[in-house]
Nanobody
């Protein structure tokens, strides 16, 4: 059974840091690109990071560039999102999701990520940033 489980969310003060984890089971994460997304109440879901399956390429929107870092440990079948300098308006449920990369160029993966067209999703972990 394919499953993604996020963890590491919680309450943090503005300017603080958190590390989220996304543990995969039921499939080999080696062949999948991973995206992190977030959705705040009343707002649309937005992507916050993407990592390639092939060469470790990463992508971030300007809003988190320089503060968020995505990484993967294929031996542990786990992907991480390190978040620094968190802001209150980044309070949201954070989700990880996968898409099998195959020979898909990273630029096309970014398009899929922007559209949220990923196959498997976790249940999400709540991140609350207090002011």
């Amino acid at each position: 059974q394919v499953q993604l489980v996020e963890s590491g969310g919680g309450l943090v003060q503005s300017g603080g840091s958190l590390r989220l984890s996304c543990a995969a089971s039921g499939f080999d994460l080696d062949y999948y690109a991973i995206g992190w997304f977030r959705q705040a109440p009343g707002k649309e879901r937005e992507g916050v990071s993407l990592i390639s399956a092939t060469d470790g390429s990463t992508y971030y929107p300007d809003s988190v560039q320089g503060r968020f870092t995505i990484s993967r440990d294929n031996a542990k079948n786990t992907v991480y999102l390190h978040m620094n300098s968190l802001k209150p308006d980044e309070t949201a449920v954070y989700y990880c999701a996968t898409i099998r990369q195959g020979s898909t160029p990273f630029a096309l993966l970014i398009r899929q990520w922007v559209l949220g067209n990923f196959g498997s999703w976790g249940q999400g972990t709540q991140v609350t940033v207090s002011s």
